[in-house]
């Protein structure tokens, strides 16, 4: 069975666990075994710099294990990014040429729609759009995230398409 590593900030869900064991399930249906990201032993000791370094290490190693990865690209404790630990365990799947989905709510909403929502949107005397509320360009190609993310992952409304566009480019089934 082809193992896929879940990425996303579900670490951080209050049950977690059982998070991860629904997650898990869903990944059965589509014939791949899930696989939780670990806690390098959170629950043995002081929460220090070995501890994350461990954590990191672990999760490393399990993805360049795991044949492909599933990355949950919800926003993340701010309306319009998601969580940076995902974003790079994407980004390090990438670069080992593993295939990788996403999912995100209106993967189709450009993100220019979005900063205008969350932060408002200007335009400078070059006719650049800028978000109000930091004075950065804001990308307008039509994306729902960052291009970095965009072009280089497959983005999904839900979970199960994520999971059925995986589970065929691993061949699965």
């Known amino acids: 069975m082809k193992q896929i590593y879940l990425?996303?900030?579900?670490?951080?869900?209050?049950?977690?666990?059982?998070?991860?064991?629904?997650?898990?399930?869903?990944?059965?249906?589509?014939?791949?075994?899930g696989v939780q990201p670990s806690d390098g032993g959170i629950g043995s000791g002081a929460h220090d710099a070995a501890?994350?370094?461990?954590?990191?290490?672990?999760?490393?190693?399990?993805i360049a294990a795991c044949d492909g990865l599933l990355a949950n690209l919800q926003p993340f404790r701010n309306p319009l990014e998601p969580d940076s630990g995902t974003v790079?365990?994407?980004?390090?799947?990438?670069?080992?040429?593993?295939?990788?989905?996403?999912?995100?709510?209106?993967?189709?909403?450009?993100?220019?729609?979005?900063?205008?929502?969350?932060c408002g949107c200007m335009l400078d005397a070059a006719g650049r759009t800028l978000d109000a509320a930091h004075g950065y360009l804001v990308e307008s190609f039509g994306q729902p995230l960052n291009l970095m993310l965009a072009?280089?992952?497959?983005?999904?409304?839900?979970?199960?398409?994520?999971?059925?566009?995986?589970?065929?480019?691993?061949?699965?089934?």
């Open 151 to 173: 072009c280089s992952t497959p983005l999904h409304p839900s979970v199960d398409a994520a999971l059925a566009d995986l589970a065929g480019r691993l061949a699965v089934r």
């Open 88 to 118: 790079f365990e994407l980004g390090y799947a990438v670069a080992l040429g593993k295939p990788v989905a996403g999912w995100l709510p209106a993967p189709h909403r450009a993100y220019e729609a979005r900063v205008a929502e969350h």
């Open 51 to 62: 501890l994350a370094r461990r954590i990191l290490d672990a999760n490393l190693a399990l």
């Open 7 to 33: 990425a996303g900030p579900d670490v951080f869900l209050a049950d977690a666990a059982a998070h991860f064991n629904r997650l898990c399930a869903r990944c059965a249906e589509f014939g791949l075994r």
